[in-house]
T-cell receptor, first 117, second 109 residues
């Protein structure tokens, strides 16, 4: 149990376009989902925390108008990178916390590799 | 500030034992996680310690000393597939995971 999926697993887009990444909890309800970004050989950087039905909480330095997060249901959160630029190329990972059971554990999706040309 | 200190890289031999140390400074503390991350993949959960002492789970064990701000991950009977980065991540007072850069473990035959 506790599977999180992400789609797409990789995407290449042109500079100036927008990209949407989906994060789904497949077999549990996720009240909280987290979006991370990871550059090569660096640590995970938390971008934002989203709770179902409310606005996401963004970390300092993360532009909320550029990285749009929607958590419309207990099983789906989306991250839209608007007007993408080459410096947005990174590995984007979501994680989810369930509503029961081992509430301390975050379950990670497989990640989405974004390349902006 | 909040800080995680782990060795950048370690090398060990297949079948041996390796200990990866982690020291941390956080604003409050609600436990500490260890995650494994293979190159190009997302992290996977290994262990969670909230009380002092050793937690054993198969070939992997994790130790915590809250007073010292110290934890270690012990890997026994190393296998080639254990080559990965190991991330120590304490939970701060806001239940936010604080991530370091991790320790890259290289297993040699």
């Amino acid at each position: 149990g506790a599977v999180v999926s992400q789609h797409p697993s990789w995407v290449i887009c042109k500079s100036g376009t927008s990209v949407k990444i989906e994060c789904r909890s497949l077999d549990f309800q996720a009240t909280t989902m987290f979006w991370y970004r990871q550059f090569p050989k660096q640590s995970l950087m938390l971008m934002a925390t989203s709770n179902e039905g409310s606005k996401a909480t963004y970390e300092q330095g993360v532009e909320k108008d550029k990285f749009l997060i929607n958590h419309a249901s207990l099983t789906l959160s989306t991250l839209t990178v608007t007007s993408a630029h080459p410096e947005d190329s990174s590995f984007y990972i979501c994680s989810a916390k369930g509503t029961s059971g081992d509430s301390y554990e975050q379950y990670f999706g497989p990640g989405t590799r974004l390349t902006v040309t | 500030g909040q800080n995680i200190d782990q060795p950048t890289e370690m090398t060990a031999t297949e079948g041996a034992i390796v200990q990866i140390n982690c020291t941390y400074q956080t604003s409050g503390f609600n436990g500490l996680f260890w995650y494994q991350q293979h190159a190009g993949e997302a992290p996977t959960f290994l262990s969670y310690n909230v009380l002092d002492g050793l937690e054993e789970k198969g070939r992997f064990s994790s130790f915590l000393s809250r007073s010292k701000g110290y934890s270690y991950l012990l890997l026994k009977e190393l296998q080639m597939k254990d080559s990965a980065s190991y991330l120590c991540a304490p939970w701060d007072s806001n239940y936010q995971l604080i991530w370091g850069a991790g320790t890259k473990l290289i297993i040699k035959p």
